[in-house]
């Protein structure tokens, strides 16, 4: 696995780049509705992408970081597309102004400028490399309504260097412009003006008339793929797809040179142990990826992560077995997971995935905002192209799949107290819970960002199965608590419950705490 340090990583990239860097240039002014974001990069093309106005005038100009002046490039205006509530939307511009560059350098960082209303802004980028060498890219998904917890994220990924940026969907709660400057361009701002994004249509993107017009594709052919150094991707519309995109999916993978990794995204999981138990693509997708040497799959969806083992079918790839994986708590409400011999790791924590990539080896970290790792795995394969022994000896049969129960987590109620604390500071948490048929052992907590408002010892317990609890966790505040209008206490409080439920062990956030009502 590549070790990285991603202060050295970003310092590096800045020397690399004539010391003026290949970071954006921070925040910007509102007058910009919509900062720059970058898409569809290759060794030699850029998008920059912006939102305006057709009565402004637009300007772009850009240049290698190593040269002295900047060069003009054509601005293109897209009208927004007819909606629902257009003269809402029309209030954060009416166009999309956008940049389509052909003519770049390989592994070169530029240095770009937009001029809108008035308003200049100045980030930069670097092409990828003509010839493959290792990198690390991020992937993640359902972000939503979920907005600090996305700029927290969003944050730690750019510290991480990654090479682009791929959300496995439901970016916004619903497909209208005002959503999207809110829930995703807000957060990432900052952050996709210098590093690419390849976007995934989820099932809140709903009919996706802005999704498309945002990200510069036909509504009903949000499928697509690209290759970066040893890595193919491609990424399918699991919202509609069907039969032309399967007809595409297996051309486009047959095409795939020898030796490349293989890896496919979508929103929909394949296989999953999440609340939402989605199986999309199991009988029209599924054999596909195996036919054509899939390595790793990779959606959304349900709030959590999971990873499975490696799965095969008998007969067709007992030698080459693929990697599902979820990423989809970046924001959106928590799920719970089912445990399953079939599942490797799994938590319900605020998350995004590193993935490095070198010639042998797929290496993965899952990490939370504030760094900490909640899983690490490899795929390694050999000369020859196969799997390495460990990665097959780890393998599972796909057949078995629904045959073996599926052994539910618990079922975690709200996170309340009855009363705020009078001059001792003295309350209670309650949270009840109702258990499957296996016996759960926990430790609840209070959030590690509470400590500063809260005091509280830690409780643990174990539950019979099949029975329902509460916990109740005595919590001193260190000042005055108030309440929301929507009952959350400020200051806020949020808890930690980590437990082990059918064999496997998961750490869950909890709240954030509510006032449930007048105590007796």
Not at 91 to 119: M, N
């Amino acid at each position: 696995m590549i070790r990285r340090n991603p202060l050295l990583e970003i310092l590096g990239l800045a020397l690399a780049c004539g010391l003026i860097g290949c970071q954006g240039a921070g925040p910007a002014s509102d007058a910009l509705a919509l900062r720059p974001f970058l898409s569809g990069p290759s060794p030699r093309g850029m998008t920059v992408s912006w939102l305006g106005r057709t009565s402004d005038p637009e300007s772009f100009s850009y240049r290698p970081a190593d040269a002295p002046t900047f060069q003009g490039a054509r601005v293109e205006k897209s009208l927004l597309p007819e909606t629902d509530d257009g003269a809402a939307e029309s209030t954060y511009g009416d166009c999309v102004c956008r940049v389509h560059l052909t003519d770049l350098q390989p592994g070169t960082c530029y240095r770009y400028r937009v001029g809108s209303g008035g308003t200049v802004r100045e980030s930069s980028f670097q092409t990828p490399p003509l010839h493959p060498e290792p990198f690390q890219f991020a992937i993640y998904g359902d972000s939503r309504e979920g907005v600090a917890e996305h700029a927290r994220l969003a944050r730690a990924m750019a510290a991480a260097a990654p090479a682009f940026v791929l959300h496995t969907g439901d970016m916004v709660a619903a497909d209208d412009l005002p959503t999207y400057r809110q829930q995703f361009f807000g957060p990432l701002a900052g952050v996709i003006d210098h590093i690419p994004l390849w976007p995934v249509r989820g099932n809140h993107e709903g009919p996706a008339k802005v999704f498309g017009w945002l990200f510069d594709r036909p509504v009903d052919r949000l499928w697509y793929s690209f290759d970066w150094g040893d890595l193919h991707v491609a990424v399918l519309d699991s919202c509609r797809g069907g039969e032309a995109m399967a007809t595409w999916l297996a051309r486009d993978l047959g095409q795939v040179p020898a030796g490349r990794w293989k890896l496919v995204v979508m929103h929909h999981p394949v296989y999953d142990l999440g609340q939402n138990q989605s199986r999309w693509g199991r009988e029209e997708f599924a054999p596909l990826f195996r036919r054509y040497g899939v390595d790793l799959v990779v959606s959304g969806h349900s709030h959590c992560y999971q990873r499975f083992r490696p799965l095969f079918t008998r007969g067709v790839n007992p030698r080459h077995p693929i990697t599902y994986l979820v990423s989809g708590s970046a924001g959106a409400p928590v799920h719970r997971v089912g445990d399953s011999p079939y599942l490797a790791a799994a938590s319900q924590e605020r998350h995004f995935v590193l993935l490095e990539v070198r010639r042998h080896e797929l290496a993965g970290r899952a990490l939370t905002a504030d760094g900490r790792q909640i899983d690490s795995f490899r795929i390694v394969r050999n000369a020859d192209g196969q799997l390495a022994p460990d990665d097959l000896a780890r393998s599972m049969e796909e057949a078995d799949f629904d045959r073996l129960p599926l052994i539910q987590g618990p079922y975690l109620g709200a996170a309340t107290v009855v009363r705020l604390p009078g001059a001792d500071g003295k309350m209670t948490v309650r949270l009840p819970l109702a258990v499957g048929p296996a016996e759960m052992r926990y430790r609840l907590v209070l959030g590690d960002q509470e400590a500063a408002d809260y005091q509280a010892a830690e409780v643990t317990g174990v539950v019979a199965p099949n029975t329902s609890w509460t916990i109740q966790l005595p919590v001193r505040a260190r000042r005055a608590v108030n309440v929301l209008p929507d009952g959350r206490l400020t200051p806020p409080m949020q808890l930690s419950l980590e437990y082990s439920f059918g064999g496997g062990r998961t750490c869950q956030p909890v709240g954030p705490v509510r006032l449930a009502g007048p105590g007796p």
